[in-house]
């Protein structure tokens, strides 16, 4: 926490704080309406204001879980984290970082174990939609490279790319959920990763197969292709090294790479 | 902006920059309005964006900006600056704020007179403070803090307010009109602010208006509101910007434009928005009184050579 100086007249703003996202305190008493008129409705304002709008933020930044949970439990589930966690930024796309682990441990969300994977994924969306731009790594800069010095090839990651592992089905329960279409049952015991990547404008999250989040992570931390292929095969005998390098150029994962020798 | 005080560095340079944006209005700019706006090429008018939905590194909201900026004069308007707290301007908010003036050259600038954030806690509302010789000095001190680094006029906006404070010393125009006089600021002038808090503080908005320093307004704001009740079951509106622009709001802002003259205005809306056609014809409506006030006074020119 920064250390604030003393100021003699931080009173005001720590006075009328205090209230604002705890309805139980009265107003403060620094506050009034004109010609001697109560202020209790009056402050209410603000505290409404507050509250309402850093729920619109989490479910600005959180809309498939919101859809699932429907409104009003949502609603409820954030106004309890706003008030145990209020946002340290004024960036408001910065704020909810902790809701994956509030909703981990909300007891009324106990029965969707999947609920705080499917918000962490949405986390990653959100940091992915505002990453700093960067052109994609194009097929043909691959291709280009001869087939003896594929093993030893490093990646530069682009900025929006991350990887979302889950015990359940949370890729499936996002994409299903993003938009207004409606939406089948889904099984929500399978295991998924996700690929979140900004090639362009646009957003894109898509399932990997076995061992392509190893593959893709691996990559992301610096090791070699060969490397990498090696660790993904270790998870899964039946990854398929073709069509994952295919699929992370496609989906815009990285945006340079270097040969070995340049290491 | 009048004589007398020691002007800063900031109080020299032009309030407006380049993409003319004098006697125009505009709206609020909303992404999902932008395949609509680009669909009927330029426009007259201008767009003004809240400058923390642009301090993201990259992706769709710079593609968004940059789009609108090609063809229209955009305002770059602060919401959560803080300057109106006792506790230092939060440093990193401010280079990204400057780095934001750099980058999209707007042609207005401007921040308000509230508070937002507390010790580390940011409230997402602008609230008020008391106005005192000591939270006069403050906000001057922030404003000339802010001034420097976007190295050019700030204009400050008078706040909507529900509550005063018993330890008020001045009125907000007093205070309003030093801060302007000490730091060289310009003002953005509310005209729904004026009428929310004139009605929930029981003082004539006329009145208002004319003890505000008009000739330091850089820009207008429009909006609408909506009505609750205080405590004694009276009237108390509220700054919703959810809905058209009320009469009572519109015959201000005449008022308003007949003596300062055709100033930039813009119509704010930020909840429960429109379609772009309903915007835009708000903006006409604004448009259309700024255009009538400088018809009457090029006829009063020709009438006087």
Redesign the interface.
Known sequence: ??Q??Q????S???A??SS?LDPERATPV??????G???????N??RN??TV??ID?LAAVYPAVQRITGVDFFQAMARSHIRAT????????EYGRDFPAFIEKYEYASSMPWLADTARIERAWLD???????EPLTPAALAAVPREKLADLLFTTH??TQIGRSRFSAVTIVAANRGTDPVERIDASMPEDGLIT?PH??VVLRRLPPGGATFIESLMSRRSLGEAAASALEISSSFDIAANIAGMIDAGAFIKIISGEAR | MNAGNQPTAAAAMPLRFPHSIDGLAGTSFKHEHLPAILAEGPQRGFFEVHA?NY?????????ALETICRDHPVSLHGV?M?IG????L?QA?LARFRNLVERYQPALVSEHLA???????????L????Y?E??LA?VCDHIDQVQDAIRRPLLLENPST??????STMSETDFIRSVARRTGCGLLLDVNNVFVSAT????SPLQYLSEFPLTSVGEIHLAGHAE?????GEL?L?DSHDGPVADAVWKLFETVVESCGPIPTLVEWDSKIPDWKILKAEAAAAQAILDRCQAIAKSKCHAAA
């Open positions: 926490m920064r604030l100086e100021h003699p007249h931080a005001y703003t720590a009328f704080a604002l620094a506050v009034a309406g004109p010609a008129k109560r202020a209790d409705k009056r402050y304002v603000y204001n507050v709008s850093l933020a209020p946002p340290s930024s004024p960036l408001l796309f992915a939609y505002h990453a700093a731009d960067a900025p929006a900004r404008c646009d | 923390e301090m993201g590194a990259g992706g769709p909201p710079h593609r959560c803080s707290a006792p506790q230092p939060d908010h508070w937002s954030t507390h010790e580390n806690t940011y409230f997402n509302d609230l008020p403070l008391p005192t000591t939270t403050q529900y509550v005063a404070f018993a330890e929930n503080h029981g003082f609750q009740a205080d405590d004694e108390l509220i």
